[in-house]
């Protein structure tokens, strides 16, 4: 069964590469600085997608990051290879183990992987002049069923919806500890993403009950951060479980697509986004083949380093629409040889400053 596809009005074709461009001329400055708080903290969280397998060497490996950075210069504004990594100063990033820096490398399964944190942290970062955190509460092996399971489902509430609950409230509570940078501004919790699936995907039980457990994770996540409400709408986006390639969707992507239903969920319109990863987003392709991947391993993305950063500037991407910072952000261009229009969407406020 395959879902409809929505348009996004105004979407034009070449979006990945006036975007990459544009985050490839970033890598040649030196690193951004610390911007000013609050700080704009976004909770990415999931099982091991989220905590990303994408492997970062050798070079010679299609599909690993080495590589993508030496054959793909759009890719650059990640760094160019091993030990020159771009390290940001203006987005932090605090994991499950814990570990916390400036955006770069290594903040995946391992640190010789990558997960979506890399493309959406550059991303984000580079649509807001405040500071950025990424808390990342992502774990392999877990479902939502029953680790992540939410209070409303009923039942025992997940170990792991506790988990991230905990983790958010240990990094927003000792910001000056982990980031000696931070000017003491205080905090602003922006927005939530999700990259789950697989485990509710090969169990029928839990593949029946997952939109339903998935719309109350929603609202219990909301409740729970103790964010301003009603409504509790702080933005939302799911990027589908959609690995191992392929047209047919699974119960549980048809699922995390319904969220984007606004005729059954009246109340996630404008405030939750679903990616669907079988298809593109905009000009963003997320399968790559074996023979253009590490590995033949389908419920990791075959390990290619490339599909993470994807997943990551696609929700990076839907995330800054509902969740705008200052600076302008969604770069179009339309036209052809006789001429290219370039167009974006202003932020919130008038920036003090945009890089081109």
């Known amino acids: 069964m395959t879902p409809t596809t929505i348009h996004r009005p105004g979407a034009a074709t070449r979006f990945l ?19 000013s708080s609050p700080v ?11 905590l990303g397998q994408g492997n970062m060497a050798p070079v010679t490996t299609p599909g690993t990051l080495e590589y993508t950075v030496a054959n ?11 030990g020159a990594w771009v390290v940001r100063d203006d987005v932090w990033i605090r994991d499950q183990d814990p570990n916390a820096g400036g955006l770069t490398v290594g903040y995946g ?25 990424i808390v990342k509460a992502a774990w392999g092996g877990k479902s939502l069923a029953s680790d992540f399971r939410p209070p409303s ?40 993403g999700w990259h789950q699936g697989w485990n509710d995907r090969i ?71 679903v990616i669907d990863t079988r298809a593109t987003y905009e000009d963003i392709e997320f399968w790559q083949a074996v023979e253009n991947s590490p590995k033949s391993e389908g419920y990791h993305w075959n390990r290619n380093a490339k599909t993470y950063v994807n997943i990551g500037l696609a929700m990076g991407d839907a995330m800054s629409i509902m969740a705008p910072g200052r600076c302008p952000f969604r770069p179009r261009a339309t036209g052809g040889p006789g001429g290219v229009t370039l167009s974006w969407q202003n932020g919130t406020e008038t920036p003090t400053s945009v890089r081109i």
């Open 109 to 133: 399964s391992q640190p010789t992987t990558v997960g979506p944190e890399l493309g959406f942290g550059h991303f984000i970062g580079d649509v807001n002049e405040q500071q950025v955190l």
């Open 72 to 82: 793909e210069p759009d890719y650059q504004f990640i760094g160019t290879g091993s």
């Open 153 to 192: 489902s009923g039942g025992t509430t997940g170990f792991y919806y506790n988990e991230i609950l905990r983790l958010v409230n240990e990094a927003t509570s000792n910001l000056g500890t982990y980031f000696p940078d931070y000017d003491g501004g205080g905090f602003e919790i922006a927005g939530f």
């Open 203 to 273: 169990s029928p039980t839990n593949s029946t009950e997952y939109e339903v457990n998935m719309a109350n994770f929603i609202r219990d996540i909301r409740a729970d951060l103790g964010l301003p409400g009603p409504p509790l709408t702080f933005p939302f986006v799911i990027a589908t479980t959609g690995m191992d390639g392929g047209t047919t969707y699974t119960d549980v992507e048809l699922a995390q697509l319904a969220m984007a239903n606004t005729t059954a969920y009246p109340e996630f319109d404008g405030n939750v986004a």
């Open 17 to 35: 590469t006036i975007l990459l461009a544009s985050l490839a001329a970033l890598a040649s400055l030196p690193a951004q600085q610390a911007g």
């Open 40 to 50: 704009k903290i976004f909770i990415l969280a999931g099982q091991s997608n989220m």
